[in-house]
């Protein structure tokens, strides 16, 4: 099945939900072995016995396993989504990456933070999980960068169920950052020719010396990120989507002001028997949004998460499951 038609998913699902009493959530403190030391996470369940499980994996930058990012990000979006999967009758772990936030103890090695570096510390939660449920296997889910994760690490991994993606890019990362920043008018020509040759000699795994550059740039091409960048661009999501070969559930929202509906179509196109299910005004934290920059960019501080996303992902996750 290639589409489903999210709007009579989701009435279907909440008017259901409305008749039942809504299960009690029991939170916990979770921990796993990674390769640089100890990772930490919150495991969520509705109790009762063969339940799914999903890993939740964050995206981009300084982002907690809650979902808030300090560059402005609050609200708890992940969090609130992992309450409604619970309730929806799915486990979830949701975690810290390496060296940030409760997993700050967890080095990396001399080569930095890697995409394959956080695909191995999923590799670790998996085995954690499976061995404290045993579980035949784990879902696997990331949001927006997570995605890339997510897709990496279902390459070789053992026990994954099959993946949950929500607001990924359907390109290269380099690609979708280039775009973002022509795109956007506020940018004066010089940063858009200087973003170009930052972006493309990251492509080809060259460094750059970037001290000369407009102040709006030096965060995003700090020489310090610039090994992370290098991993993060070398990886074509749509191939790794090809190469993988258990069930896909694709989540986009309309309003995604960060991955356009083009990268939503381009996952889809990967693979003729994967699901996609479509939000109509739902933006890329996962709250309803407007499509006018300024009010989407608003919820962002805080706002509900997108109604139905849980129960079209959870409606997904227990048809594959049984």
């Not at 407007?290 to 227990?318: E, H, M, Q």
Request: net charge neutral; with cysteine; proline share 8%.
């Amino acid at each position: 099945m290639r589409t489903l038609i999210a709007a009579l998913a989701t009435a279907a699902v909440a008017s259901a939900a409305m008749a039942q009493p809504t299960p009690p959530i029991a939170s916990t403190e979770i921990s796993a072995d990674g390769p640089g030391g100890t990772l930490k996470g919150t495991w969520r369940s509705p109790g009762g016995p063969n339940r799914p499980v999903m890993l939740f994996i964050p995206g981009s930058g300084p982002t907690d396993r809650d979902g808030n990012n300090p560059l402005g990000v609050a609200g708890i979006p992940y969090g609130k989504l992992m309450n409604a999967l619970a309730r929806e009758g799915i486990i979830t772990v949701a975690v810290d990456k390496r060296g940030q936030f409760g997993s700050a103890g967890a080095a990396f090695g001399p080569e930095g933070p890697t995409i394959a570096a956080y695909a191995a510390d999923m590799k670790a939660w998996i085995r954690q999980i499976r061995s404290e449920t045993a579980a035949p296997c784990v879902w696997l889910s990331g949001h927006s960068e997570g995605v890339l994760v997510a897709l990496v690490t279902a390459q070789d991994a053992e026990g994954v169920c099959g993946l949950v993606l929500i607001s990924g890019p359907g390109r290269r990362l380099s690609d979708v950052i280039r775009e973002q920043i022509k795109s956007n008018p506020a940018n004066p020509p010089e940063v858009v020719t200087q973003a170009e040759t930052a972006l493309s000699a990251l492509e080809r795994g060259q460094k750059i010396d970037v001290s000369g550059f407009h102040p709006a740039l030096q965060p995003l091409f700090n020489p310090g990120v610039q090994g992370f960048l290098i991993s993060l661009f070398a990886y074509d999501p749509v191939d790794l989507l090809k190469a993988y070969k258990g069930p896909v559930l694709l989540v986009h929202g309309t309003t995604d002001i960060q991955i356009s509906n083009a990268d939503a179509w381009r996952l889809a196109d990967a693979r003729a028997d994967l699901s996609l299910v479509v939000l109509d005004g739902m933006n890329h934290v996962m709250r309803r949004a407007p499509a006018d920059r300024v009010a989407n960019a608003a919820t962002y501080a805080d706002a509900p998460v997108f109604p139905g996303l849980a129960a079209n992902i959870a409606s997904f996750i227990k048809s594959k499951s049984r």
